[in-house]
Structure formats: structure tokens, C-alpha cells
Nanobody, 126 residues
């Protein structure tokens, strides 16, 4: 049974930082996408960042334009925990953040991932 468990959300002031973690179990990350999405109230879920674990260090990274230069996606050596380092956060980053794994079809920022976590709330407010 595949499980994705997110952690690290919270409330920070504008300009603050947070690091989200997604611990995956029950599947092999190698040659698969694992990514982060977010959904603000009244808005569609959008892709934030994704990593393709190619094996042998041949990873590929993808980011939404809105977070480039501020967010960094990475993984640990076991390949089954993915992190999202978020810096210089602004109110526009307030959303529920979801971890997703195993892209079945389409682009990295589409929602056609097979597995989803329950989400962790990020609130940016002064």
C-alpha cells in the first residue's frame, strides 16, 4: 500500500521560510516523478515543483514560474523522501500543499499523479 505523508507546514510572516517533507512508502521512486502541488481556497490545484528520479544521480527538476528562485525541491539518498524548501514566502503562497507521486500521463504539473498525500497547510501572513 502506497502512503505519502507530508509534514512541515505552518504559519510564517511574509519573507519567511518553511521546509516541507513528504515521506513515501510502498513504491519505488526510481524512474518516477514525485512532486508538490498547492491549492488555495477557490482556486484550482496547481503544480509547484516536481523531481524525476532517474537513478545514478540523473535527476530532473521542474518548477512553476511563480516559485522559481524561491523554492527548491530535493530528495534524500533513499529516494523516498522529497523536500520542498520554500524561501521568501509571500501571502500568495498561502495554500494547502500536497505531495504527489507517480505521474501516469501528461506534464509534470498536471494532476495525473497516481498517489496523493493528505496535505499540509502553509499560511503566510503578517
Amino acid at each position: 500500500q502506497v502512503q505519502l505523508v507530508e509534514s512541515g507546514g505552518g504559519s510564517v510572516p511574509p519573507g519567511g521560510s518553511l521546509r516541507l517533507s513528504c515521506a513515501a512508502s510502498g513504491y519505488t521512486a526510481r524512474h518516477n516523478f514525485m512532486g508538490w502541488f498547492r491549492q488555495a481556497p477557490g482556486k484550482e490545484r496547481e503544480g509547484v515543483a516536481s523531481i524525476y528520479t532517474g537513478g545514478g544521480g540523473a535527476d530532473s527538476y521542474y518548477y512553476a514560474d511563480s516559485v522559481k528562485g524561491r523554492f527548491t525541491i530535493s530528495r534524500d539518498s533513499t529516494e523516498n523522501t522529497v523536500y520542498l524548501q520554500m524561501n521568501n514566502l509571500g501571502p500568495e503562497d498561502t495554500a494547502m500543499y500536497y505531495c504527489a507521486a507517480v505521474l501516469e500521463t501528461g506534464r509534470w504539473n498536471g494532476t495525473n499523479y497516481k498517489y496523493w498525500g493528505q496535505g499540509t497547510q502553509v499560511t503566510v501572513s503578517s
